[in-house]
C-alpha cells in the first residue's frame, strides 16, 4: 500500500473534487434521404445551399446521472430540389460531480455537447460520405454562444415562440 501525502488544507475533497465523466455515448436517432439520387449525384452542377440546425437538450436521470442530446441536422439545396437531408440525435450519458446548481446548467449546455460534438461531425461526415457525395464537415459551433443567445431569449420572454 501505498502512503499518500496528507490534503493541502483548503484542497477540494476528493470526492467533491468538480468532474466530468463520460458514462456512454451513443446514436438515439439517424436519417439520410438523397431523393434525387443518382442524378443529383453528377458533378459539374452548381454548389448546393446548405442549411444547418442545432438542437440541444438536457436532463437528469433517476439513477443521479445526466442525460444530453445535441440534435444536428443539414439540408443541401439545389434550387428546387433537395439534395440531400441528415440528421443525427447523438446523445452522451454523464456523471457530473463537485459542481453547484448555479454552474450544472453551463456545464450540460455548453460543456456536455462540446464533448458529443467531434462523434456527432464523423457521423455526419461518414454518411454524407457513403452517400456518394463529398463528407459534409461541419464548421466547430459555438456552444456557448448558443447557450448565452437562449438564455437571452428566456430572459425576453421569446424562447420557443414563431
Do not use: W
Not at 448546393?48 to 438536457?58: H, R, T, W
Not at 443541401?76 to 446548467?105: K, M, N, W
Not at 452517400?131 to 464548421?139: D, I, K, Q, T, V
Request: net charge negative; hydrophobic share 40%.
Amino acid at each position: 500500500m501505498t502512503d499518500l501525502p496528507p490534503a493541502l488544507p483548503g484542497a477540494p475533497d476528493a470526492d467533491n473534487a468538480p468532474g466530468i465523466r463520460i458514462l456512454a455515448q451513443y446514436i438515439r436517432d439517424l436519417s439520410f434521404e438523397s431523393p434525387h439520387a443518382p442524378e443529383s449525384l453528377r458533378g459539374g452542377a452548381a454548389q448546393p445551399q446548405v442549411d444547418m440546425g442545432v438542437e440541444l437538450n438536457a436532463k437528469g436521470r433517476p439513477d443521479g446521472f445526466y442525460e444530453v442530446e445535441l440534435k444536428l441536422s443539414a439540408r443541401a439545396v439545389r434550387e428546387p430540389e433537395t439534395i440531400f437531408h441528415i440528421e443525427v440525435l447523438y446523445c452522451g450519458l454523464f456523471q457530473i460531480t463537485g459542481v453547484t446548481d448555479s454552474d450544472l446548467e453551463v456545464l450540460l449546455m455548453v460543456e456536455c455537447p462540446r464533448y458529443l460534438f467531434p462523434f456527432a461531425r464523423r457521423v455526419i461526415a461518414d454518411l454524407t460520405g457513403e452517400g456518394g457525395f463529398p463528407p459534409f464537415m461541419l464548421e466547430p459551433i459555438d456552444f456557448t454562444g448558443i447557450y448565452a443567445a437562449r438564455k437571452q431569449q428566456e430572459a425576453q420572454g421569446t424562447v420557443g415562440q414563431a
